[in-house]
């Protein structure tokens, strides 16, 4: 062993335990395991894939409040913010999961020219990489960790879990779980440690990572794998927009702006950290946000919305992103107040884009505030950033707002609503620009952890083709004359008349292969003189 990591309570700094770091060598170990077991789970069919997996369900069902006091210890969530980010996520993606993955991991015909190929059929299928390394945040744990874990399982990989070393007693608990289920050893384990465990993750050539974080650490993540090459799934940060028109209903846009600002005190990948409203009802907005914002309220009591920072070193983060925007102009609607780990929120307006609060990632209880003149203007505010995880359109006009949403330079919008479209389990998940790259969730989820291969089956049974050797100057007329069959100008019948010479030294080899397909292109040729 290498060290241990301690383990710190988000509630009350208390110690919770000490966890041994994962040396070199056993990382190297737990990918030669991996891909051992990989090779055997893969050849399983994805059904029984499923049907093992399934009782996850009934498992975290049957110790929901352990699991919620494990992930409010380790994070500072209130207990209603674990079961709605990360329990309920893991359960609809799961489900989804159940009735969905057998006919989207099936192999798929393809449509084989008839003419070209004669006697043959083509196919699609999907295979596992083989060993997937997942390196997951500390602001969703558990579900950031178990929904590409279970993406990269059903899909017929073997998985290694980096946690955040903020995180580890969730990453215990995940093993905990899955050791109830009748997975085959060694199919799922983790690797503990710092950063320079999952450079060594890396470096000892898993088949596919799968990052979730910042921006910077993604960049390292991506230049590490690049060096053996290993390719890369990175679900980064997020600057996300919500635009509201005059037309919305206010209220409703109000309460759902505390809520995709604020939850889990902005920890967010997807947190409104931009809001841009029509200047119609701008003052109007700002007003009706400072009351709301004034009513949230913060703590672990019977009654509280927003727990405390999973990390104070956020803080510091938040804070300059503060003084910034007030040094540049700014109205707050509260002064920065931070107590223990908890931080009280505030609305900013009069921001401009000059601040880095509108430019850079706070992840954390700040709301901006800002107007737009027309839709055109609120598109460019919106897609004025480096990032393009998610936004939201606000307005009564739902064709307006569709249309003002599908010009945002993101991989996920919502209209009327906030980050909830993000746990819908059948909706692909990720971002564009600085948001990172590729996704999961739904059928695209499954389908990232797969690459593709394609296959072609003949039946032919003579014994040379038209493509085949020797080549001669009346070789290439003849091709030359059925490529301008297939692809040149005119009707059918203008094509094959130019052409006649060329495609009757094709039915030496249509005597027994394309026989039946002559007789479909007469058929064809009728049809079309008719027509």
Not at 191 to 207: F, K, N, S, T
Request: proline share 5%.
């Amino acid at each position: 062993m290498t060290g241990q990591l301690s383990a710190i309570s988000a509630l009350n700094e208390q110690p919770l335990k000490n966890y041994p770091i994962s040396s070199s060598a056993e990382i190297s170990a737990a990918i030669a395991s991996a891909r051992r077991v990989a090779a055997v789970w893969a050849q399983t069919d994805v059904k029984q894939r499923v049907k093992q997996l399934a009782p996850l369900e009934s498992v975290i069902l049957a110790e929901i409040d352990h699991i919620t006091d494990v992930i409010m210890a380790a994070t500072g969530k209130v207990k209603t913010e674990v079961l709605l980010g990360e329990i309920y996520p893991v359960l609809a993606l799961l489900r989804y999961y159940q009735k969905n993955a057998g006919h989207v991991l099936a192999p798929c015909p393809v449509q084989t020219p008839p003419l070209l190929f004669p006697q043959a059929s083509a196919e699609i299928e999907r295979r596992a990489y083989g060993v997937a390394a997942i390196i997951s945040p500390w602001n969703f744990p558990f579900q950031l960790t178990l929904s590409p874990l279970l993406t990269a399982l059903i899909s017929g990989n073997a998985g290694i879990v980096k946690m955040s070393e903020l995180s580890l007693p969730v990453g215990e608990l995940i093993m905990h779980l899955l050791a109830r289920l009748a997975l085959p050893e060694g199919l799922v384990q983790q690797v503990i440690g710092l950063a320079a465990a999952g450079e060594q993750l890396i470096d000892a050539r898993p088949d596919l990572v799968f990052f979730t974080g910042g921006v910077s650490a993604g960049r390292a993540v991506m230049a590490r794998a690049a060096q053996h090459p290993i390719p890369v799934i990175l679900e980064l940060g997020g600057k996300d927009a919500m635009l509201v028109f005059a037309d919305a209903h206010l209220e409703r846009a109000a309460k759902a702006a505390m809520y995709g600002a604020f939850s889990n005190s902005g920890q967010v990948c997807v947190a409104v950290e931009r809001c841009y409203v029509e200047a119609g009802c701008y003052l109007e907005f700002v007003g009706m946000l400072k009351d709301a914002a004034a009513n949230v309220t913060v703590g672990h009591d019977a009654i509280g919305d927003l727990g405390g920072l999973t990390t104070l070193k956020q803080f510091a983060v938040i804070e300059a992103h503060y003084q910034d925007a007030l040094a540049k102009g700014a109205q707050a609607s509260s002064p920065l107040r931070l107590e223990g780990r908890y931080l009280h929120p505030a609305v900013l307006w009069n921001v401009t884009h000059d601040m880095r609060i509108m430019r850079e990632e706070t992840f954390g209880p700040l709301l901006p505030v800002m107007a737009f003149d027309s839709e055109q203007h609120a598109v460019d505010l919106a897609n004025d950033s480096d990032y393009g995880l998610n936004a939201s359109v606000w307005s009564r006009d739902i064709n307006k707002a569709e249309r003002v949403a599908r010009q945002l330079q993101v991989g996920n919008w919502a209209v009327n609503d906030v980050i909830k479209n993000i746990g819908h389990a059948g909706l692909p998940f990720g971002g564009v620009k600085n948001s990172g790259f590729g996704r999961y969730h739904g059928a695209e989820g499954l389908r990232q952890f797969t690459y593709t291969v394609a296959g072609l089956t003949s039946r032919s049974r003579l014994s040379d083709e038209p493509n085949w050797f020797p080549y001669s100057d009346s070789r290439y007329l003849e091709i030359r004359g059925f490529i301008d069959f297939m692809f040149g100008s005119g009707l059918l019948p203008q094509r094959i008349a130019r052409n006649w010479r060329a495609l009757q030294a094709f039915r030496g080899y249509a005597s027994l292969n394309l026989r039946q397909h002559w007789h479909n292109l007469l058929i064809l040729i009728v049809k079309k003189s008719v027509g």
